[in-house]
Structure formats: C-alpha cells, structure tokens
C-alpha cells in the first residue's frame, strides 16, 4: 500500500526484454537495504517487486499481465520513473491509499499553464468512467491527485508546482501515456452497489 506522494524519481538504465515479460534496471538516489529485497515498491504507480539493488542500481521484474495494463509496454532506456516505498504501520498519509494495482492506461490530451500549476485534460476510454468522482482521489503514474472536472471523454487534474519539480509529470505532452489506478473505496463501493 502507498500513499501517492512522491519524493523519488529514477531513470531506466537498461530493459532486458524477454517474449511476454521484462526486467527493468533503474538508476535512483532511493536507498534500500538487504532486507527490503522482495518487497514492494511503486514504479509509477505499478506494484513492482525489488529483485536487487547494487549502490545507485534497483532491478524490477515486469510480467506479461502488468506489461498488458501499464505504460511499461512502451517505456524505453532513459525514461524517468516515479518511486515510492511501500508505507509502514504508523505513516502519515499525506495523499490517498494507493495499491499500485494498475487499472488502465490513458492518453494526455492537453497541458493547459495556469501561473506555475498546470490543467492537464486526459481522454480516457467510456468504459471506465463509471469509476471517477469529481473532487474524488485518482493516482496518475503514482502520483496522488484531485479530479477537478469530469468531461466527456475524459477528466481533468491540476498539478502544483511542488508535484510537478518531484515528479515525472512535468516531463508529460501531448498524447503521453499515464497508468492510472483509481481510486479505491470508489471501486470497491461501485461493486457492492453492482
């Protein structure tokens, strides 16, 4: 479980591609230890597993069914991931809880500059808009948000500067792909109801 606040970003270093899955290898400031090998970690807002780390060096296994559902199909050497440790008993949540269970991917439609935020609209497929609430939480790569409209193909977020300087989402433009992972008292709430 994560809470969608960003303090780390890593670069990928090299992609070892196999024929369904693939290993990722992250050059990143975070530090881990011996014991953290195994655990979960949220690249991007995927729950990936820490194989092995070597000073600045973290690898991560990616397998068919998250290549299926996540931006990491089209991610290439040099790409900058968002990292978040899983959280501990006791954390403060500063964002929302975050599985980093990827529900789809969409696509950036426009990058509107309001001062220094910036209003980013993203088409997303009718199939899921059942799952968003306006003022509701979203995490987009990760990143915890606020939908501040719903539109017809699609919703809108604002980001602060402050999210933007930590994040890979300054990095976004025009047609971009995002993971985005809703939110999930929405989801769990719209299958009882079902």
């Not at 998250?66 to 964002?95: A, H, M, Q, V, Y």
């Not at 994040?167 to 008292?185: A, C, M, P």
Request: charged residues 25%.
């Amino acid at each position: 479980m994560f809470n969608g606040i960003i303090k780390n970003t890593g670069k990928i270093n090299k992609i070892f591609k196999g024929k369904k899955d693939c290993t990722l290898e992250i050059v990143s400031n975070i530090k881990f230890s011996k014991d953290e090998i195994g655990s979960s970690i949220s690249c991007s807002g995927a729950c990936l597993t820490l194989e092995n780390y070597k000073k600045n060096l973290c690898r991560f296994y990616i397998s068919k069914e998250t290549l299926s559902k996540t931006i990491f199909k089209f991610c290439k050497k040099g790409d900058i991931i968002n990292l978040e440790k899983s959280l501990r008993f006791g954390d403060r949540i500063s964002g929302h809880f975050v599985q980093g269970h990827v529900d789809t991917t969409c696509q950036t439609k426009t990058i509107l500059h309001l001062g220094k935020s910036w209003e980013i609209t993203f088409n997303l497929s009718k199939n899921y808009k059942k799952y968003l609430i306006q003022k509701g939480s979203i995490a987009i790569n990760g990143v915890s948000l606020t939908i501040a409209k719903i539109v017809n193909n699609g919703f809108k977020i604002v980001i602060i500067p402050q999210t933007l300087k930590q994040t890979n989402l300054i990095l976004l433009k025009k047609r971009d792909h995002v993971n985005i992972e809703f939110d999930l008292f929405g989801k769990y709430m719209k299958n009882f109801i079902k």
